[in-house]
């Protein structure tokens, strides 16, 4: 396929997993793609960047490695996350701030110091990762599902302020992936049974379920869809 070609997209968390699995896509799309993680180790970009992403200097550099090495941006893929794990009386108030620097502040700040570029592409396209927890809540996961509720808000938000320079903005809401993040807890018979019982399709989603999607909202297939929060979870939002 090359639906993509031409096109100029700059990718974070890329070195593994969801990330990692959308820069393949988008690659054998047609695209010309910057891969981002806070290590070199697995990305597989047309270019690759090292950056901690909860350092606001590390952004500037990335965007302005956007603009010298890709000559411009036309997809933004703010991937990048992590997953704070605790109850509201065992989290620190360092795990909250490491979760909204990254999962949130992170993506509004590259969006921000990208949006010379991505106003003055012709397809210009921003898409952030954020979870089917950014819909309800669950014990233990307060500092992830507060950040991935405010993301799916931001997306709307500069949906609204990128929509006149015709820049879509739209979010991705995974359900339970097999990834890095996520293995070590599927690793556990039970978990692992019990979300593909949640499952319509009664199985786990792989990365490429969700790289699938996000090359659909990066292309023109997808022109006339912003502000939305797209559920890829196989199902398990259907049912209770």
């Not at 956007?66 to 997953?83: H, K, P, T």
């Amino acid at each position: 396929m090359s639906r993509l070609k031409g096109r100029k997209a700059l990718v974070t968390g890329a070195a593994s997993g969801i990330g990692a699995a959308t820069v393949a896509r988008l690659l054998a799309d047609g695209a010309t793609v910057l891969a981002c993680d806070i290590s070199g180790e697995g990305m597989a970009g047309t270019f690759n960047h090292v950056a901690n992403l909860a350092d606001p200097q590390a952004i500037a550099l990335l965007a302005a490695a956007a603009e010298s090495q890709l000559g411009g941006l036309d997809i933004l893929v703010n991937n990048a996350g992590v997953c704070p794990v605790g109850t509201l009386e065992d989290l620190t108030d360092d795990q909250w701030q490491f979760g909204l620097d990254v999962n949130l502040l992170a993506p509004a700040r590259l969006a921000k110091a990208c949006l010379s570029l991505l106003k003055a592409s012709s397809a210009g396209r921003v898409i952030n990762t954020g979870s089917i927890l950014s819909r309800y809540g669950d014990a233990g996961l307060g500092a992830y599902a507060a950040s991935k509720h405010a993301i799916l808000g931001f997306t709307r938000s500069l949906a609204m302020e990128l929509g006149p320079y015709g820049v879509t903005v739209n979010c991705v809401q995974p359900g339970c992936i097999v990834t890095g993040m996520t293995r070590g807890m599927l690793e556990n018979g039970a978990a692992a049974e019990y979300y593909r019982e949640k499952s319509a399709l009664k199985r786990l989603g792989q990365p490429e379920d969700i790289a699938d999607v996000i090359a659909f909202l990066a292309s023109n297939d997808a022109r006339f869809i912003t502000g939305q929060g797209i559920i890829a979870d196989g199902g398990v939002m259907t049912h209770s």
